[in-house]
């Protein structure tokens, strides 16, 4: 389903800043998989590494294309970027961050390979950091099935494993 | 060799089925991540767990000893370790990860007294392998105190320490105490050892030192002759300022937490010429007003926690570049800025206030009207709960003054609290100096999709030939959405930038001119709309969808 998805401020009341040839620069991304596009202000879209580069090398031109990363997922780190960009306080961030990390594995997964791909830290960091807490004190057993990780071990490679890593009771 | 069987999934609570991956194919994503992806979630989890991935399954053995960081901080109520089960544990982590991986972070914990030369042994592991991130915290344990030299490295960056240190006996002669890469330092001075000056020698041989930060230690006496170019942050707390005035000129960030401020701050303020941020927060209330003249500071938050006003505190800043002033507590703050883009006044810090007694806010209250009507060139203005109630107990006063707010433009209500619950008195206070100001909960949302409008609608445009676009805008920029949406009805219709010649046939053309431009009208004898196009269609096709008011 191709969709729009332009993002600005909808309070946009006075003539001038409705003009998009005004002072802000506004790109196309597009994402190749799925042919997406997507209109962000420079600013925002620069919070990735790899098109903050090509802006500054001078090779992007008003359409980026983007391969690799999905829509539904470049939406999202649009409106990430677009928030982290506008928002300086962090207990604001950090409100938002939460709410909007509040996502299925599967989308994290997209969102962090995605964002390792654009590399833009904030949102990496801020996505491994919820998958560290989705299994930070839990056991293998549970890790194993959150992460969906089959075991292939054997039971006496599992037990001598232990016994190396000096683990001090039973899984 | 037989695969073995599944392990059964004996139901846990903590096993929610949204947690899994739900991925038709059974496929595990996630180990078919880069291992840097994996080493990042990993290093969130404490060397001690990240260790016991290595059961999870065959990728997963020795992923963990590519691990760059290590931390011995996260002592898990799951599995008590007795002391001798630590050091024997992080000595089998020390012995067996990959010694071709450095260690780009260390952060360790003391639990117990551990033996002073197993730190050292630590220290020196992690020095021979390229630390760059060093966080030695031995709590309230009783060490001798450490050389300055033991932690010399050449690719030590940032570097916390919790630790009786010895400045004497290293520092006298040159050289001992070589960082030349270091750029963070943080000192935290242990508990049962008392406040001192940090040793001069720190900063000078520190030549790289961008951010300092003192926990309990003050800076040494001779700082007004101390020259650190490079020092853009400083973060005090607990210490007192030296006596002489600072010379930082390259500063840009200052944040004073429970620091005795001097009479002469205000000289203290006028050598930090680069400042863009200042926080300082104390408690109970500064004898001296302030005048801040730090013509590049941007950020000011100002936080005190006192109980009992004796004295309202007056800080006049000097800057034109001021943006956002926080203010938690009761002061005066004159700004000579047109506008202030957004202040956030807390009248308390919530749980102490709840706690106070009505005399107590009452002595607050009657300064509120006077401190809000310094602060009439606020655009956006964030009130918390005590503040609010605070106005409504002196609406009598409000009923009589006039709104002090002239650019005001939205004013953000705390958690909790309804637009509609504001009085008229208040909303008469707050938003008559300006029509257009408003009353929000939430500051403006941006993200907008318009796919759920435009996506799902048919193209209304059944006769349409041409869509001229306003000037500025190209062909090539309408979007596939857009684009269906207008030319959808008709495949034929284009999107234009210029409306093509007339020829003399007389071909039946219809378009649309979406300029509405007065002088032509659009050409046409039937309504080519399905409903009548407001002025600034083409934009609001974009900005549409929900208002979050």
């Known amino acids: 389903m191709k969709k729009l998805k332009f993002i600005g401020n909808p309070l946009l009341q006075s003539r001038e800043k409705i003009n998009m040839s005004s002072d802000k620069k506004w790109l196309t991304l597009k994402t190749t998989e799925d042919n997406e596009e997507f209109v962000v202000e420079e600013s925002v879209a620069i919070m990735s590494n790899v098109i903050k580069n090509m802006v500054e090398d001078g090779c992007a031109s008003s359409v980026i294309p983007v391969p690799r990363v999905k829509g539904n997922a470049m939406g999202k780190i649009i409106e990430f970027c677009k928030k982290h960009t506008e928002e300086s306080d962090e207990k604001v961030l950090k409100e938002f961050d939460a709410e909007f990390l509040n996502l299925g594995p599967d989308a994290l997964y997209d969102l962090m390979v995605s964002a390792n791909f654009l590399e833009i830290k904030v949102l990496l960091d801020s996505v491994t950091t919820k998958v560290a807490d989705m299994i930070k004190g839990k056991s293998s057993e549970e890790i194993r099935n959150i992460l969906k990780i089959e075991n292939d071990l054997s039971a006496e490679e599992i037990e001598e494993s232990r016994r190396e890593n000096c683990w001090t009771r039973q899984e | 060799m037989s695969k073995p069987s599944r392990p059964l999934k004996i139901g846990a609570p903590e096993m929610n089925s949204k947690l899994k991956i739900t991925n038709p194919n059974g496929e595990d994503r996630l180990s078919s991540l880069p291992d840097e992806l994996i080493h990042q979630i990993l290093s969130f989890l404490g060397t001690r767990q990240a260790v016991q991935t290595s059961i999870l399954s065959k990728r997963w053995k020795r992923m963990w000893t590519g691990l760059p960081v290590l931390s011995f901080d996260g002592y898990d109520q799951l599995f008590p370790y007795t002391h001798s089960g630590i050091i024997r544990f992080i000595d089998h982590v020390l012995e067996n990860r990959d010694q071709d991986t450095h260690v780009s972070c260390f952060k360790f914990l003391a639990v117990y007294p551990f033996p002073p030369n197993f730190v050292r042994r630590l220290i020196n592991y992690t020095i021979d392998h390229n630390v760059e991130e060093l966080d030695i915290d031995l709590q309230f344990h009783r060490y001798k105190p450490f050389k300055l030299s033991t932690f010399s490295s050449d690719t030590l960056k940032k570097l916390k320490l919790r630790v009786p240190l010895d400045y004497d006996e290293s520092l006298r002669t040159d050289s ?10 943080h000192l935290i001075r242990p508990p049962h050892m008392s406040s001192y000056n940090l040793s001069e020698y720190c900063l000078i041989w520190l030549p790289n030192l961008t951010t300092l930060s003192l926990d309990g230690i003050r800076l040494p006496e001779s700082m007004s002759s101390i020259s650190v170019p490079c020092l ?7 210490a007192k300022l030296p006596e002489n005035v600072w010379d930082l000129p390259a500063l840009l960030s200052l944040e004073l937490d429970e620091v005795d401020l001097p009479a002469n701050m205000n000289d203290f303020f006028s050598a930090l010429v680069s400042v863009r941020d200042i926080t300082i927060s104390f408690s109970g209330s500064c004898k001296h ?19 009992c006003i004796c004295w309202i505190h007056e800080i006049a800043v000097l800057s034109n570049k001021l943006r956002e002033l926080s203010l938690v507590g009761i002061f005066m703050v004159r700004s000579k800025v047109h506008e202030l883009e957004n202040v956030s006044v807390k009248l308390w810090d919530t749980n102490e206030f709840n706690d106070a007694t009505l005399d107590e806010k009452g002595l607050h209250y009657d300064f509120v009207i006077p401190m809000l009507s310094e602060l009439g060139n606020a655009r956006t203005l964030t009130l918390d709960s005590a503040m609010i109630e605070a106005l409504y107990t002196v609406s ?10 002239k650019n005001l433009k939205y004013v953000k209500l705390p958690q909790g609290n309804k637009e509609s619950g504001i009085s008229t008195t208040l909303r008469k206070y707050l938003l008559g100096g300006n029509p257009r100001a408003t009353i929000v909960t939430s500051l403006p949302q941006v993200l907008y999709t318009v796919s759920n409008h435009l996506g799902r609608v048919p193209s209304p445009f059944k006769n349409l030939k041409y869509v001229k676009l306003p000037q500025g805008n190209k062909e090539s920029g309408i979007s596939t959405t857009l684009r269906k949406y207008l030319l959808g009805g008709n495949p034929r219709a284009t999107i234009v930038t210029s409306l093509p010649q007339y020829s003399r046939k007389k071909k039946e053309k219809k378009h649309l001119n979406k300029q509405q431009d007065p002088d032509r009208p659009a050409r046409t004898s039937q309504p080519l709309l399905t409903h009548k196009l407001p002025l600034r269609l083409y934009i609001n096709l974009y900005n549409m969808s929900h208002s979050p008011f």
């Open chain 2, 232 to 238: 853009t942050t400083l973060i005090m707390k607990r």
């Open chain 2, 289 to 307: 007003n302030w005048i801040i003249s730090c013509p590049q500071l941007v950020h000011l938050k100002i936080c005190t926690n006192f109980s």
């Open chain 2, 176 to 185: 001992e105490w070589v960082l030349p890469a270091l750029k963070a330092l």
């Open chain 2, 396 to 405: 009598n006063s409000l009923g009589r003054v006039p709104s002090p707010f």
